[in-house]
Structure formats: C-alpha cells, structure tokens
C-alpha cells in the first residue's frame, strides 16, 4: 500500500498512537494500583464498589458498539431486511444475551448461529 505522506509522517503517526495508547492503559494501573497479582502493596489495590459497579457494564457495551454495526443493515423491502442471517442471529445472540447475562455465551451461541445460517441461506 503506498501513500503521499513522507515515511517519517506515518511512522510519527504509528508512535504517537503507541505512546497515547500505553498512557490511556497506564493510567488505570496508576489510578487503581497493579491489584495483588502485581505485588504491590499499600494503596490503590482495592477497586471502590461503585467502580466495579460500573466497570461491569464495558465488557456488554464494548461487544455491542462492535456487533451492532454489522447486523444493521438496511434493505430495499422488509422481507429482505429480516431474511438478513447476520440480523437472525443478532437476535438469538440477544436473547442468549438477556437470558444468561454472559459475554462469552453470547458470542459463542451467536457465532454458532451465524454460521448456520450462513450455510442454510
């Protein structure tokens, strides 16, 4: 792949994002402390209630700002729209979803049916 910007453009680019990515990381385990497996003791090892209480929800909200995007797909009429084998199985993924309240279930049940439809369809 070729591009019009000069080599050390890019590779300025490549380091910046490395370097604002390792911070945005870092900063949790300065904020939170590196937690007992790190070794580390005295303060910044427990984690308030309330953050816990919070950080539950990223792993959900992170797999459907990902999915969410690929299952909705407009089509021309409404049989189209929900002969969709990506939508279908969104929908048993969904309902996998409510009924365990377990990310990995979920992606696994709705990978299994995406790929049976896909070979039904």
Do not use: C, H, K
């Amino acid at each position: 792949m070729t591009t019009s910007y000069p080599t050390t453009t890019v590779w300025a680019v490549v380091l910046a994002i490395g370097v604002l990515t390792f911070a945005i990381r870092f900063s949790f385990l300065a904020l939170f402390g590196s937690g007992s497996a790190g070794g580390r003791s005295g303060a910044g090892e427990t984690v308030s209630p309330r953050i816990r209480a919070v950080l539950r929800y990223v792993p959900p909200a992170v797999l459907a700002a990902l999915v969410f995007p690929a299952i909705v797909t407009i089509e021309p009429t409404v049989v189209e729209t929900l002969s969709n084998d990506r939508l279908l199985a969104g929908a048993i993924a969904a309902a996998v979803a409510w009924r365990t309240e377990s990310v990995i279930a979920t992606i696994t049940v709705g990978m299994g049916a995406l790929w049976a439809l896909q070979f039904l369809l």
